[in-house]
């Protein structure tokens, strides 16, 4: 197989034709490479525009999920050096698109309030989760520009299930917004474009940088 590119977790190998296989690295857990099959092939139930995985392989030691390959760029290469005006529009795509997703419902999906109780460390934290809104929207988790990606029609197509769970609508905003943070003028922009407020998203945002800390 023919690397393509390599990431934090995993690395991607040419497939066949048209496919590619996203083979993680051996000390991955098993259980987040199937959790992640699984959002796949919930996402792709749904309608939304993104890679179908096909199966799930081993080469060696190491276990992979099988992708339609998708030609094309991540969103945020397609807006390094544009004009503003290109990039507007750009912005206008990736949060018109956010809002597409947040429209449908992931009934089958873990709750968002499960998957931060993962990472909380003490009680405290752990009633803040709980005081938050329920939901039962798509949520992403890792909705951005990188995980956006431009294909050869300019179609735009989301990557990356690992973190897909279910929850209000505000905390997948509120997640987008905190990992735009190296980029101030963007992260500002995604807000306006949305129609909220940093009020808005307040509760969810706490606890996202209690989490990330």
Known sequence: MKLIAKGNTAEIYE???????????SHYPAEYI??????????WTLGIRTPRAHKLVMEGDRQGIVYDRISGEMLSQKMAGQSEPVCNMWMDR????????????????????DFLKVFATDAETLAEINALDDGNAFIHGDYHLNNVMVDEHENV?????MNVCRGPALYDVARTYFLLHDNSRIQSQYLAKLGYSIKDIRPYLDVIQIIRD
Request: hydrophobic residues 45%; charged residues 20%.
């Open 15 to 25: 497939y066949g034709n048209n496919l590619v296989c996203k083979l993680f690295y």
């Open 34 to 43: 199937e959790h992640e099959f699984r959002n796949t092939a919930m996402a």
């Open 94 to 113: 990736f949060v018109g698109f956010h809002k597409q997703l947040l429209q449908h419902r992931a009934d089958e999906a873990i709750s968002y309030k």
């Open 157 to 161: 197509v989301l990557i990356d299930m």
